[in-house]
């Protein structure tokens, strides 16, 4: 018997695949199109694991695809300008375009030993003109559209290198630049932007329409940040300035004892008095030094400078001070927030910090889950205390465990406060009757007052509790009476540890103020207003509205929509990428290229100075042109643009990579996008993904597509880790390389072992060992079919079982590769042949139809995953045409019949337990089973079953 050897079939079967141009796509033929790609790569040079595993299962996919029937398109390119090759090159001493199209060279040597199906006539570079052209084409519709413009905007910079950083190039304690160790600084500059914002909405609403990852969503949700609130003009006394406020709270205004202004803010020097001015300026100057990324992180450290000036409250007509703080950016919002302390947490941690006025003018006030007003009571508002006492010679704090109406709950120590009582009186009140102690001592009180709404049925009445928090000590109980008999009637004193208070106590509310007792935060939610005017009472929601149309009469606010997106900034002041096609007269200003001139061609042969300025600067023949308007003199701008508009809209190139006289035919677009299936890294989850989706909304407003949204469907990928567990790297020395893999085991073995590791989307650690399990799969198969081709006579007597078995397997591994479920398919796989090892064990292998069936059969399911030694396979048991090009095998469902299935039984909607019955049990065989379960019975032991559902094959759901 021939042994498997993938060095020799490997290369064998690329060069037919090659040749015979199997992985062609007939663009033509769209009614079962399926476009499915990994996501651009950038050309470094080298391989690694990360990039098989998004190469080898997209092309899993597409195989599979292939097999059912559709008409695949796959291919890959590379996104080829950026920094990394302009560092290389400055480094080496070599041209970015020589270092790249070498690495561009490597890349597909590599790439050819996955064996990935891609159609080659279709890839394309970022770094060639055919490409390049469309984005300055792209560039000037958008300009046209008024969607591409030209803005100040506070960006890092280098001032050795003469260069704009992006945060990630920023690094150390000290910001320094990653090139040149020189420290970073602020600097404001005029950048070239695209108007994403202007698609802010659309972006947010399309996102239901999409197949993508929950996680996905909700990243660029966040991202998008869309807040509805109103903008509030604040009036600086004795000046005619006006600061504008944008919030999401205008219920808490009342609250607002202070504000808060971007150190950026023009009218920070304005307002700024001559006594605050030196420390002002001097705050202005350390922000300088910070990226933006480490103004949010320094979230944690508030620093900030008052500037002496103060503003008018719109509502309480009170001065309020301004003081500025790296924590408000003057790229969100307006600049400015008005701080409500009592409300947000960074504005309280800020009033705490410089000892600021804090204002609670909200009250948390919800109806109490466990005993919830009754619609035969009226409702009474109580002042309350609740108060936590604490036995000093213990450790162990007081609770009540209440008894009959009020059954089951159990709470602080509690009671209202009469006319003329302090809280702490009342408190300590409660105390003596409840506790019969006389010598407790208030140690704490709670700043906020909270409020909730339950059923005090012993009282016969609702209670609304207005509610202050406290806590009290004993120094131990020696001097504690009898508690007297009418309060032990109503409820048991019990003392229990400070870990088993929280989850003793029934209220929420009373949890809430046991938390804020311990680690006393802001109240960020809604509620009740309180000491607010005329509006004290009302609801955060009624507030709102009534608040902005009062200060809307005063032509001092108005409702307004805000979101935390920013524009698409796209200057680099880089060499290495697409030259903006935008011309410079001083007789006529800005002028675009005309679109006949295009592409502005980017040298390939510069010079790197010293001066760490683009090279393009110091190139008279690029620079230099003629006005497109007056033929003047005029000069090229010498930016170039972020290399994310490279992969904005290559997937729509990769479908008419070789058209010269327009970026896609649009008739061809529309027939075969939007993608059926995009596979990349979740790092790509904001800007990629969301420039992809800008872009495709504009060509769609203005070049004719007919769909709004890129791709269907997006998987991501998990993250590969290194054999330690860490995240691959070589400082690291945890890196593994594809290639020794391949050399030792074969791709097949590696792409096998990559999708078998884990669940696709969560990675995990390269285990070095592993991979010889795959080899091992391997090996078994390719003995069993050898064994096959050499056995003598045929042996039906485990046909039957031997077809049962296999049409198992492919049921299993056509849902779960449906699913992406890699790794549970190949499992299938493996037990099926360890199964036919079985049956060779029992009665031996023959030449019976059971057996070809099963070994063909599990040859196609395989080919998907191992494209190499599946088509050695298949080409050894007779076949002629390739396996890839074969019809996907189909179940037989009399054959795959369970005689048992296992159900999910839930009690108000989570899953407590898992039951295996009969496959044709009825329903209500099926219900009278979950309840006799030992954990179900436990969970609705003495409580009705109100409800009962059953879905078949899949779970019993029981309501209590």
């Given at each position: 018997m021939r042994r498997y050897n993938p060095k020799e079939i490997e290369p064998k079967w690329q060069q037919v695949w090659a040749e015979s141009g199997i992985y062609k796509t007939d663009m033509s033929r769209t009614a079962d199109k399926f476009y499915v790609i990994p996501m651009l790569p950038y050309p470094s040079g080298d391989l690694h694991i990360g990039h098989w595993y998004n190469f080898g299962p997209t092309d899993t996919v597409a195989r599979f695809r292939r097999m059912l029937g559709n008409n695949v398109l796959t291919t890959i390119g590379f996104d080829a300008f950026g920094l990394p090759a302009e560092n290389a090159a400055i480094k080496r001493g070599i041209q970015p375009a020589k270092w790249t199209y070498s690495n561009i060279d490597s890349m597909k040597r590599q790439i050819a030993q996955i064996g990935a199906s891609y159609d080659w006539d279709h890839t394309l570079a970022t770094c060639q003109p055919d490409f390049y052209r469309w984005n300055q084409w792209l560039f000037l519709r958008l300009y046209e559209k008024g969607l591409a413009y030209r803005a100040k905007r506070v960006v890092n910079w280098c001032p050795k290198d003469q260069t704009v950083l992006a945060n990630e190039q920023v690094v150390g304690e000290d910001n320094v630049c990653e090139r040149c160790g020189t420290p970073v600084i602020q600097k404001e500059l005029e950048q070239w932007f695209f108007k994403i914002t202007d698609y802010a909405e659309r972006l947010l609403d399309d996102l239901e329409t999409v197949e993508w990852p929950q996680k996905v969503k909700t990243m660029q949700v966040n991202w998008i940040g869309k807040s509805q609130g109103a903008l509030i003009k604040f009036r600086?006394?004795?000046?005619?300035?006006?600061?504008?406020?944008?919030?999401?709270?205008?219920?808490?205004?009342?609250?607002?004892?202070?504000?808060?202004?971007?150190?950026?803010?023009?009218?920070?020097?304005?307002?700024?008095?001559?006594?605050?001015?030196?420390?002002?300026?001097?705050?202005?100057?350390?922000?300088?030094?910070?990226?933006?990324?480490?103004?949010?992180?320094?979230?944690?450290?508030?620093?900030?400078?008052?500037?002496?000036?103060?503003?008018?409250?719109?509502?309480?007509?009170?001065?309020?001070?301004?003081?500025?703080?790296?924590?408000?950016?003057?790229?969100?919002?307006?600049?400015?927030?008005?701080?409500?302390?009592?409300?947000?947490?960074?504005?309280?941690?800020?009033?705490?910090?410089?000892?600021?006025?804090?204002?609670?003018?909200?009250?948390?006030?919800?109806?109490?889950?466990?005993?919830?007003?009754?619609?035969?009571?009226?409702?009474?508002?109580?002042?309350?205390?609740?108060?936590?006492?604490?036995?000093?010679?213990?450790?162990?704090?007081?609770?009540?465990?209440?008894?009959?109406?009020?059954?089951?709950?159990?709470?602080?120590?509690?009671?209202?406060?009469?006319?003329?009582?302090?809280?702490?009186?009342?408190?300590?009140?409660?105390?003596?009757e409840e506790a019969s102690i006389k010598d407790a001592k208030i140690t704490k009180k709670l700043a906020w007052v909270t409020g909730a709404r339950y059923c005090a049925s012993h009282k016969q009445q609702n209670r609304k509790a207005v509610a202050y928090g406290l806590v009290a000590e004993v120094e131990n109980l020696d001097n504690q009476a009898e508690i007297a008999a009418s309060e032990k009637k109503l409820h048991t004193l019990v003392w229990v540890d400070k870990k088993e208070v929280l989850d003793r106590l029934t209220p929420e509310h009373q949890k809430l103020v046991w938390n804020q007792l311990w680690d006393e935060t802001s109240l960020d939610?809604?509620?009740?207003?309180?000491?607010?005017?005329?509006?004290?009472?009302?609801?955060?929601?009624?507030?709102?509205?009534?608040?902005?149309?009062?200060?809307?009469?005063?032509?001092?606010?108005?409702?307004?929509?805000?979101?935390?997106?920013?524009?698409?900034?796209?200057?680099?002041?880089?060499?290495?990428?697409?030259?903006?096609?935008?011309?410079?007269?001083?007789?006529?200003?800005?002028?675009?290229?005309?679109?006949?001139?295009?592409?502005?061609?980017?040298?390939?042969?510069?010079?790197?100075?010293?001066?760490?300025?683009?090279?393009?600067?110091?190139?008279?023949?690029?620079?230099?042109?003629?006005?497109?308007?007056?033929?003047?003199?005029?000069?090229?701008?010498?930016?170039?643009?972020?290399?994310?508009?490279?992969?904005?809209?290559?997937?729509?190139?990769y479908l008419d990579a070789k058209n010269d006289k327009a970026p896609f035919d649009t008739d061809l677009i529309n027939r075969w996008m939007p993608m059926d299936h995009y596979i990349g890294g979740i790092e790509h989850a904001i800007l990629h993904l969301l420039y992809a989706r800008f872009v495709t909304k504009f060509l769609h407003d203005n070049y004719g597509l007919d769909f709004e949204e890129p791709f269907k469907k997006l998987t991501n990928q998990g993250i590969i880790l290194g054999p330690d567990g860490?995240?691959?790297?070589?400082?690291?020395?945890?890196?593994?390389?594809?290639?020794?893999?391949?050399?030792?085991?074969?791709?097949?073995?590696?792409?096998?072992?990559?999708?078998?590791?884990?669940?696709?989307?969560?990675?995990?650690?390269?285990?070095?060992?592993?991979?010889?399990?795959?080899?091992?799969?391997?090996?078994?198969?390719?003995?069993?079919?050898?064994?096959?081709?050499?056995?003598?006579?045929?042996?039906?007597?485990?046909?039957?079982?031997?077809?049962?078995?296999?049409?198992?397997?492919?049921?299993?591994?056509?849902?779960?590769?449906?699913?992406?479920?890699?790794?549970?398919?190949?499992?299938?796989?493996?037990?099926?042949?360890?199964?036919?090892?079985?049956?060779?064990?029992?009665?031996?292998?023959?030449?019976?139809?059971?057996?070809?069936?099963?070994?063909?059969?599990?040859?196609?399911?395989?080919?998907?995953?191992?494209?190499?030694?599946?088509?050695?396979?298949?080409?050894?048991?007779?076949?002629?045409?390739?396996?890839?090009?074969?019809?996907?095998?189909?179940?037989?469902?009399?054959?795959?019949?369970?005689?048992?299935?296992?159900?999910?039984?839930?009690?108000?909607?989570?899953?407590?337990?898992?039951?295996?019955?009969?496959?044709?049990?009825?329903?209500?065989?099926?219900?009278?089973?979950?309840?006799?379960?030992?954990?179900?019975?436990?969970?609705?032991?003495?409580?009705?079953?109100?409800?009962?559902?059953?879905?078949?094959?899949?779970?019993?759901?029981?309501?209590?």
């Open positions: 600086v006394p004795d000046t005619r300035h006006q600061i504008e406020v944008f919030t999401t709270r205008p219920d808490t205004i009342y609250g607002a004892t202070y504000m808060v202004l971007a150190p950026e803010h023009p009218l920070v020097k304005v307002i700024t008095t001559d006594e605050c001015r030196p420390r002002v300026e001097q705050y202005i100057e350390e922000t300088s030094h910070k990226t933006e990324l480490e103004r949010k992180e320094g979230e944690k450290h508030k620093t900030g400078s008052f500037t002496g000036a103060y503003v008018l409250n719109p509502a309480t007509k009170e001065k309020i001070p301004i003081w500025i703080a790296d924590y408000v950016l003057f790229s969100y919002g307006t600049g400015a927030i008005m701080a409500v302390p009592a409300h947000d947490q960074r504005d309280y941690e800020f009033a705490k910090k410089f000892n600021l006025p804090i204002k609670q003018v909200i009250m948390p006030c919800e109806d109490d889950s466990t005993n919830p007003p009754k619609e035969e009571f009226e409702e009474v508002e109580r002042p309350t205390v609740i108060v936590h006492l604490l036995d000093k010679s213990t450790g162990k704090y007081a609770l009540l465990d209440w008894h009959e109406s009020l059954e089951g709950i159990t709470t602080a120590v509690m009671g209202g406060i009469e006319k003329g009582q302090t809280p702490e009186q009342a408190a300590l009140n409660e105390i003596k939610d809604e509620g009740e207003l309180i000491d607010s005017g005329k509006y004290t009472g009302l609801s955060s929601a009624e507030a709102r509205d009534k608040i902005v149309a009062d200060l809307a009469k005063e032509d001092v606010a108005k409702e307004q929509v805000n979101y935390k997106l920013r524009d698409w900034l796209i200057s680099r002041q880089r060499y290495w990428g697409t030259p903006i096609p935008i011309i410079y007269c001083e007789k006529c200003g800005i002028r675009p290229v005309p679109e006949a001139d295009l592409p502005v061609i980017l040298p390939e042969d510069v010079e790197f100075e010293l001066s760490g300025q683009s090279p393009l600067t110091h190139r008279p023949d690029f620079v230099n042109t003629s006005c497109p308007e007056c033929g003047g003199p005029a000069k090229r701008e010498t930016d170039t643009m972020d290399t994310f508009v490279d992969s904005s809209w290559y997937f729509l190139r860490q995240k691959m790297s070589k400082s690291r020395g945890n890196v593994v390389n594809p290639d020794e893999q391949v050399n030792s085991y074969g791709a097949d073995s590696l792409r096998l072992y990559l999708m078998f590791m884990g669940p696709y989307e969560q990675g995990g650690p390269y285990d070095m060992s592993g991979i010889a399990g795959s080899r091992r799969f391997l090996d078994r198969l390719w003995v069993l079919v050898g064994e096959f081709l050499e056995a003598e006579g045929p042996n039906n007597s485990k046909d039957l079982e031997i077809a049962a078995t296999t049409h198992k397997a492919i049921k299993k591994v056509s849902r779960d590769l449906g699913q992406l479920g890699f790794n549970t398919a190949i499992a299938a796989m493996m037990s099926l042949v360890n199964e036919l090892y079985k049956i060779k064990a029992e009665t031996g292998i023959s030449q019976s139809t059971g057996w070809r069936f099963a070994l063909e059969t599990l040859t196609q399911l395989l080919a998907p995953f191992a494209p190499h030694i599946t088509e050695e396979i298949w080409e050894s048991l007779g076949h002629d045409s390739s396996i890839h090009i074969s019809n996907w095998p189909l179940w037989d469902d009399k054959l795959v019949a369970e005689e048992v299935i296992t159900l999910a039984v839930q009690v108000n909607g989570k899953v407590r337990s898992e039951i295996v019955v009969a496959a044709d049990i009825t329903e209500e065989d099926a219900i009278a089973a979950a309840k006799s379960d030992e954990k179900i019975a436990t969970q609705i032991a003495g409580r009705p079953v109100k409800k009962a559902i059953y879905v078949p094959g899949r779970l019993v759901s029981l309501v209590i």
